[in-house]
């Protein structure tokens, strides 16, 4: 008989897991659609931000706001952003403006120096202090003439996936 009810209990497990993948879409979270990262509400102007700028033909989400020095640090931090952003979504404790944490800016930064290292270069080389993160200067580039804004939301429901 306990070896019965453990057979039933697995099998309630994985069929509460596969319902949850299912329902969740959970395989499109390890992927790199921006559209994936707009399912909360709370990022509709953030994406119809970037959608309108000049990245959106080039970058999306993942390439500038996840580490790429190697796949463990990619997806550690992809992990770690996820579960934060499951937990202060599902319990109702999103800040009305949202803001990148430190280390996300300086992932941001090494990013923006990655992609665009023979640009850095000559700016390095020049008269100006190297002080300032490139988006002190470039604010609208990557999410578009309003920067960051959250207000008024957005409905990014109204674009196509990219």
């Known amino acids: 008989m ?21 329902v969740t879409d959970a ?8 559209s994936t990262c707009n399912n909360c ?23 500038c706001h996840l580490p790429h020095q190697n796949i463990f640090a990619y997806y550690v931090a992809k992990a770690r952003t996820g579960l934060h952003d499951v ?8 800040a009305a403006l949202i803001r990148a944490k430190p280390e996300t800016k300086q992932i941001i930064q090494d990013n923006c120096i990655r992609c ?16 300032r993160n490139c988006w002190d200067c470039h604010r609208s580039v990557a999410h578009g003439e309003r920067g960051i804004s ?13």
């Open 2 to 22: 306990t070896k019965y009810l453990l057979y039933v209990a697995i099998a309630v497990t994985v069929l509460a897991l596969g319902i949850f993948v299912y």
């Open 87 to 94: 937990y202060y979504f599902s319990t109702g404790r999103t």
């Open 41 to 63: 509400h709370v990022m509709d102007a953030q994406y119809e931000n970037w959608y309108h700028a000049g990245h959106a033909e080039t970058a999306v989400c993942v390439e």
């Open 150 to 162: 959250t207000v008024p939301y957005q409905d990014a429901a109204l674009y196509p996936d990219r």
């Open 116 to 131: 665009h290292e023979t640009t850095v270069d000559e700016i390095v080389a020049g008269p100006q202090a190297f002080d």
């Open 27 to 34: 395989p499109a979270y390890g992927g790199t659609s921006a």
